[in-house]
């Protein structure tokens, strides 16, 4: 039953229902988290022989460089080689870093403003208000490095190709616009996967700023739920073929593939690119954990082996996604008062309730016990217009759990928008 | 003989014997690298225990939380307590990072450049010239960071006590200037270890900035080479006593200790430093990798593991600096053309020859196949005064290595020097 159409009196009674749900659960002393996409134990489990992988006597590479020392700023050779290969890049178009991505991308921004980026004349700080193109809803980490920075956000609405490019091909005509933000495969939170007439129109719209940057977060590329990993058509190769080379700067870490906390962070980037931040880097680092490279490099020995561990985490994370979707089908399903994504792949299940219900549903829930992220989070400055957007972080609860956490997230949901719905009657 | 003194004939003779020893090693094709303070592979061993020491099922920290996952931007409980003691401050004042103390210190500088420090009005940046003080000779990483972040900088002499601290205490007068670089234990490249006056006059001097700070990079705090750490009195207890408790960020590593490329950087500061890096770092990490901490307090047990370590790399070490000191006393001893420190802990040996000489004997000794920092690298810019500073760095090299490379040093340093007292007598 439709609750937008449907009558007072039946209107009451899905509230009521929905109230008696809702006080049954949180009678339940629940404690459950699904606010941030972190793997869970059984993940982690399958990248435990990492650990040991790299003992004594076998610290070198294959040059017999021992890579216990300082040294190689840009990476192992091995480790270039196979990322190169994992963002479908040539391995002089990759820097391998040190375990978080989110470092590398701050460190980027953050170089543009203070330094400058290949193609333009001078720091971005020096250059007036800066402004980055942020499809939403998005990851709250990117929005939060711009607030940070005193970069100015504009927001574009999502499709279920990507950004809504009618919208963001309009803004870099302003040379003031120096990038935008994009999630490709699997979008944090929204899920969608970029399609090639996406990927091709980015690489090929006309931009004012010649310093202007796509920031390419392929944070899930190979994160898929069962079906292998989404084809994406490769954004380095369409900049090229569209005479922008240096547009696009690709990043990707294992910390959702091995070890959360201990993972592998990579840049792929034209050799411009990659000079450009080596460059930026040698004042702030004599190399990075080559150490932590080579055990990554010989836990996956290839592709191949690194596609194979994703079919194991597919197993797991997959029925925690089904969960969350059964749960939403059975509970919200033709109630006309939520809308849902089903990802192929990530680690988010975006959830659209009615206009002005989202922070009370999730501090309803908190109150049961299930903590979510704060609506507005996948918006810059924390506020979604409308507050209507909450994102689903299933991975890290067992399936269990999840089921309990969804129990009490619809009853959330249907109660709160109920109410609403009564009161604007 | 003093060449200084020496009749022309006596002259004459000295450089024809430096040239035949030069000619006969020229003739060797060596292949020696004195440039950098890098472990050797016989001290890199004493810790690939570490490696293998956390494995499956065997990842989590006292309190049963999974180091393998996101989080603790602050560092895992117990290596902020190990680091804590290994820093001589509170487990709250210390906070436990990535592999590199370098990046800590270039983060923490760009910090108070972009954002300001505590005690500040205002980002560094905004506030016109940034100038920091810098003990010369000194670490050629930190001139480099201020010339990249377009800090002025101001040399003071050194002295066998620390920086010359009458010259220093007239810089800060001008709220322009913002720091002072001090590496305070075994300095590089000089060898010094500051006295407990220097500390604490550095703790109490009157500055005009309320956001200057002392950098107080304690990279050599246990490396000693067998008479054990020399004593350096508290720069952060001594700050507080005068009322400053927030002047100082003191760093350290184990690059030097365990695996120079995979080791754990720290830093320590008064708690509200601590709160004011850790609100800067919030932007760009999730977290350190807390796997490899936790290698680091398992392979140590405790300080007593640590010291007993680091006298297992003195004993390493020590013969090297030895070599060192045997060569030049034997080649160069009275004959007034160089004076050379005998440090008693650190990586570095420091020569100073004629004035006009350090760049001519670094070049002909890299053409014997000997090679050695540039001259003028241990100073702003790149540019010794004097061009008469070189500093020798014999610990990643063999004993018989540097002996012959110590040959040909000292003959480069009593040719090069012959011919210069010859011209211009």
Chains 1, 2 share one sequence.
Request: charged share 20%; proline share 6%.
């Amino acid at each position: 039953m439709d609750l937008k159409q449907a009558t007072p009196q039946d209107l009451a009674a899905a509230l009521e229902s929905a109230e008696a749900a809702y006080t049954g659960l949180r009678g339940c002393n629940l404690a459950l988290d699904m606010t941030r996409g972190k793997p869970a134990p059984e993940q982690l489990d399958l990248a435990d022989e990492m650990l040991t992988i790299v003992g004594h006597g076998d610290t070198a590479g294959d040059d017999g460089t021992d890579y216990r020392n300082y040294g190689i700023l840009a990476g192992i050779p091995e480790a270039r080689a196979f990322f190169a290969e994992y963002m479908e890049v040539g391995p002089k178009e990759i820097v391998v870093g040190g375990n978080s991505s989110l470092t590398m991308m701050y460190d980027t921004i953050m170089g543009g403003m203070y330094y400058g980026m290949p193609g333009g004349d001078a720091p971005w700080k020096d250059q007036g208000t800066v402004k980055f193109i942020c499809p939403v809803p998005g990851y709250d980490r990117h929005f939060a490095i711009c607030e940070r920075l005193g970069i100015e956000m504009l927001t574009v609405a999502k499709t279920p190709e990507g950004p809504d490019l009618d919208a963001v091909e309009e803004l870099p005509k302003d040379p003031a616009v120096k990038g935008i933000w994009c999630v490709p495969k699997y979008s944090n939170p929204s899920g969608e996967t970029y399609s090639d007439a996406t990927v091709q129109r980015l690489a090929e719209m006309p931009v004012a700023a010649p310093d202007f940057r796509v920031v390419w977060d392929n944070a899930y590329n190979v994160h898929h739920l069962g079906d292998g990993p989404a084809p994406l058509a490769n954004m380095l190769d369409a900049c090229k073929q569209a005479g922008n080379p240096d547009r696009v700067l690709m990043f990707g870490s294992t910390s959702k593939i091995t070890h959360a906390g201990a993972g592998v962070a990579v840049m792929a980037a034209s050799e411009a690119n990659v000079a450009d931040a080596l460059k930026k880097m040698f004042y702030s680092s004599i190399g990075p954990d080559k150490i932590n490279q080579l055990r990554h490099v010989r836990f996956f020995k290839d592709m191949a082996g690194l596609l194979a561990h994703m079919d194991k985490q597919a197993e797991i994370v997959a029925p925690k996604f089904a969960a969350v979707d059964r749960a939403l089908e059975t509970h919200l399903a033709g109630k006309g008062i939520a809308t849902w994504t089903a990802p192929k792949g990530g680690y988010f299940v975006s959830v659209e309730v009615l206009d002005g219900c989202a922070s009370a549903i999730i501090e309803m829930a908190n109150r049961a016990g299930v903590k979510l992220t704060p609506a507005g989070a996948t918006h810059p400055y924390g506020k979604g217009p409308a507050d209507s957007f909450i994102r689903l972080a299933p991975t890290v609860q067992s399936v269990a759990e999840i089921e309990t956490a969804m129990e009490v997230f619809c009853a959330c949901v249907e109660l709160v928008c109920a109410k609403k719905l009564q009161e604007t009657a």
